[in-house]
């Protein structure tokens, strides 16, 4: 059998069973200190896909970049066939500030396919594109909900796509949300590329999440084993099929005032349950707002001050003989999966 090739990438030659950390230059800032993407490659000791994990697009959402940390540190990776190519912090200059955007004030998931001689956020959309995207089979993209919000863990794929939808069942998450490309993102330009990208939505902004971190760190894993770059030993199959919704809406405020939830994150609701009631602060008016359709809550607002309009929960369709009791379930079956214990934790 031919000895398994070195993985070449920005200069550098990985060898087989080895790993390595390289830096891609981006920027310099106005004190002269210098940015880069840093990208952890896994070379496996067999040829394989090469897919790439990534998170922190959004710079305050670090729940992926913890889910990348236990990743890494899993001996798990030991028997990878192929290779991964790992950003743990994808926006730097995000991070750093604690904000979603770049100093620019640009979305860098809006920013795709990017350029050369664009914005600075345009210049690290294309750098992450070509230099990393574009050398893969598959990406993982680790993503929360906004500021002030949180979202159920759950799979994004595009509708109609076969592989991305059985990836998506093999991830294990409790939803699988079917949604449209968006113009500019990261998931529509690797399309476009020839590269599918499994959007994984899950917690909040600027905060940690046990529950989010056990379901993307296992979800990773288990679409690794369903590529076959991973030997199923240590590897436990999502037991509860992850609830399918086709459709979904946002149901807003419908005054401004005081926000208080009766539902949250995971519950299934029913038409005409009441979701939640927003206030005047003397107590003088109260509106409730009211679920317009039978689903499943896969996401909400998390700040208790809302004006007219607001974002309040995020609902989506669900077809299943009782859904409730997937959802109880698939929360059991996060707490109690195998690949955490506390030392691995902590």
């Given at each position: 059998m031919p000895k398994h090739a070195l993985f070449e990438f920005a200069g550098h030659s990985i060898e087989p069973g080895s790993r390595q950390t390289v830096e891609l230059p981006v920027s310099v800032l106005s004190d002269h200190t210098p940015v880069n993407l840093k990208v952890h490659v896994i070379h496996g000791k067999k040829p394989g896909p090469v897919v790439f994990v990534s998170a922190a697009v959004h710079g305050d959402e670090v729940m992926g970049v913890e889910i990348v940390r236990r990743m890494l540190q899993s001996d798990l990776l030991g028997g990878l066939r192929g290779t991964l190519l790992v950003v743990p912090i994808v926006n730097a200059f995000g991070f750093h500030n604690r904000s979603r955007y770049l100093p620019d004030r640009r979305d860098l998931n809006r920013s795709f396919p990017g350029s050369a001689g664009g914005s600075l956020a345009s210049r690290l959309a294309g750098i992450f594109l070509e230099q990393v995207v574009m050398r893969c089979d598959l990406g993982i993209d680790l993503h929360s909900a906004a500021i002030h919000r949180t979202n159920l863990p759950q799979v994004r794929v595009s509708e109609g796509n076969g592989r991305t939808m059985a990836l998506a069942k093999a991830f294990g998450a409790p939803v699988i949300l079917t949604s449209d490309l968006r113009e500019g993102s990261l998931r529509a330009e690797a399309k476009a590329a020839g590269v599918d990208v499994?959007?994984?939505?899950?917690?909040?902004?600027?905060?940690?999440?046990?529950?989010?971190?056990?379901?993307?760190?296992?979800?990773?894993?288990?679409?690794?084993?369903?590529?076959?770059?991973?030997?199923?030993?240590?590897?436990?199959?999502?037991?509860?099929?992850?609830?399918?919704?086709?459709?979904?809406?946002?149901?807003?405020?419908?005054?401004?005032?005081?926000?208080?939830?009766?539902?949250?994150?995971?519950?299934?609701?029913?038409?005409?349950?009441?979701?939640?009631?927003?206030?005047?602060?003397?107590?003088?008016?109260?509106?409730?707002?009211?679920?317009?359709?039978?689903?499943?809550?896969?996401?909400?607002?998390?700040?208790?001050?809302?004006?007219?309009?607001?974002?309040?929960?995020?609902?989506?369709?669900?077809r299943h003989d009782d859904p409730a009791q997937a959802v109880e379930d698939l929360a059991t079956q996060l707490e109690n999966s195998p690949l955490f214990d506390e030392d691995e934790i902590i």
């Amino acid at each position: 059998m031919p000895k398994h090739a070195l993985f070449e990438f920005a200069g550098h030659s990985i060898e087989p069973g080895s790993r390595q950390t390289v830096e891609l230059p981006v920027s310099v800032l106005s004190d002269h200190t210098p940015v880069n993407l840093k990208v952890h490659v896994i070379h496996g000791k067999k040829p394989g896909p090469v897919v790439f994990v990534s998170a922190a697009v959004h710079g305050d959402e670090v729940m992926g970049v913890e889910i990348v940390r236990r990743m890494l540190q899993s001996d798990l990776l030991g028997g990878l066939r192929g290779t991964l190519l790992v950003v743990p912090i994808v926006n730097a200059f995000g991070f750093h500030n604690r904000s979603r955007y770049l100093p620019d004030r640009r979305d860098l998931n809006r920013s795709f396919p990017g350029s050369a001689g664009g914005s600075l956020a345009s210049r690290l959309a294309g750098i992450f594109l070509e230099q990393v995207v574009m050398r893969c089979d598959l990406g993982i993209d680790l993503h929360s909900a906004a500021i002030h919000r949180t979202n159920l863990p759950q799979v994004r794929v595009s509708e109609g796509n076969g592989r991305t939808m059985a990836l998506a069942k093999a991830f294990g998450a409790p939803v699988i949300l079917t949604s449209d490309l968006r113009e500019g993102s990261l998931r529509a330009e690797a399309k476009a590329a020839g590269v599918d990208v499994l959007l994984y939505e899950a917690g909040e902004a600027l905060r940690f999440d046990e529950m989010a971190a056990r379901a993307g760190v296992a979800g990773i894993f288990r679409v690794l084993r369903a590529m076959e770059m991973l030997p199923a030993k240590g590897i436990a199959k999502a037991r509860v099929a992850p609830l399918l919704c086709q459709s979904s809406r946002w149901l807003r405020a419908p005054a401004g005032g005081l926000l208080r939830t009766y539902r949250g994150d995971g519950d299934v609701v029913e038409e005409g349950d009441v979701l939640a009631s927003v206030a005047d602060p003397f107590g003088e008016a109260e509106v409730e707002l009211i679920a317009p359709m039978d689903g499943i809550i896969v996401g909400r607002a998390v700040m208790p001050v809302v004006n007219e309009g607001d974002a309040v929960f995020h609902l989506a369709e669900v077809r299943h003989d009782d859904p409730a009791q997937a959802v109880e379930d698939l929360a059991t079956q996060l707490e109690n999966s195998p690949l955490f214990d506390e030392d691995e934790i902590i």
